[in-house]
């Protein structure tokens, strides 16, 4: 074969294998859009999940506080799922969800996300002690809140995973943890001791623990933020979560809507 025919056979070849990758490519790209858009979502659970602290609340939502920055609400915007249902609300526990929550499940329901437990465990107490209290109160209580998780929590999300699973059998559940709220040996100067830091990270990470194994045994996934939150928390100078906010208390310990967007949306992507 003469070279100028060897190049035009190479040419041919090589622009028939780029075609050959091109229409692979779109037309997995047809299919990812059109299972997007055939899922049915659902999402569940406390404040962390409604968005508290992002600002830009849905005034239909009441005190539930629902914002327009928090992580479902964004998986909606760029998943643009066939159906989707927020109703999520701060302060909720594991029986409200239960009660009031699971309406919209279904069992042609997809995909569910959900966030609970650190109410039942106690944590908007656990801040408020460990804040206004001695250093031993604090330890104390974060004592009493792990004592909470070994022997009381795993029963209640027990329940609630059970009745996400009657209501919705064929529902991908992606269970989204806590993080760590502070960066030990940063920037605050200020405020609780590095050993109540400390105890009040190794609280989180107990919490997330014990529902990763309950989600686990339900044959959930467990999202774990506490690696997107890793140079972001309290103390680290770039902080995705409020610290105490005196002037609006409702938000202090709760995720900004960078944390919402950085902290928790990748985490739901990657596992929904």
């Known amino acids: 074969m003469k070279m100028s025919g060897l190049v035009a056979f190479s040419s041919s070849l090589l622009l028939g294998t780029v075609l050959a990758l091109t229409g692979a490519g779109v037309a997995q790209a ?3 859009a059109q299972t997007a858009a055939a899922v049915d979502y659902v999402a569940l659970g406390d404040s962390y999940a409604s968005g508290v602290g992002a600002g830009s609340y849905d005034g239909a939502s009441g ?4 914002s327009t920055r928090a992580y479902p609400v964004l998986w909606e915007a760029a998943n643009s799922p066939a159906s989707f249902a927020f109703t999520a609300c701060s302060g909720a ?8 929550q699971l309406g919209p499940l279904t069992s042609a329901t997809d995909l569910v996300s959900i966030s609970v437990g650190g109410n039942d465990a106690g944590f908007a107490d656990v801040m408020t002690t460990c804040v206004l209290q001695s250093e031993a109160t604090c330890l104390s209580r974060i004592a009493t ?13 027990d329940s609630v995973y059970a009745a996400i699973s009657a209501k919705a059998p064929a529902a991908h559940v992606v269970v989204l943890g806590y993080p760590r709220f502070y960066k030990l040996g940063g920037s605050c100067a200020v405020g609780l001791s590095e050993a109540e830091r400390s105890a009040i990270n190794g609280a989180a990470d107990y919490l997330n623990a014990a529902t990763a194994k309950r989600a686990a045994d339900h044959g959930f996934t467990f999202g774990d933020v506490t690696s997107t939150f890793t140079g972001h928390e309290i103390c680290s100078g770039s902080a995705w979560l409020h610290s105490v906010n005196w002037l609006d208390i409702g ?6 809507a960078a944390g919402q967007s950085g902290g928790y949306l990748p985490v739901l992507s990657s596992n929904a």
Not at 93 to 100: F, I, N, S
């Open 251 to 256: 938000v202090s310990y709760h995720p900004t």
């Open 63 to 66: 005190d539930c506080k629902r």
């Open 30 to 32: 047809q299919e990812s």
């Open 93 to 100: 526990r594991t029986g409200d969800v239960t009660a009031g």
């Open 145 to 157: 809140a792990r004592s909470y998780v070994d022997s009381t929590l795993p029963g209640k999300l």
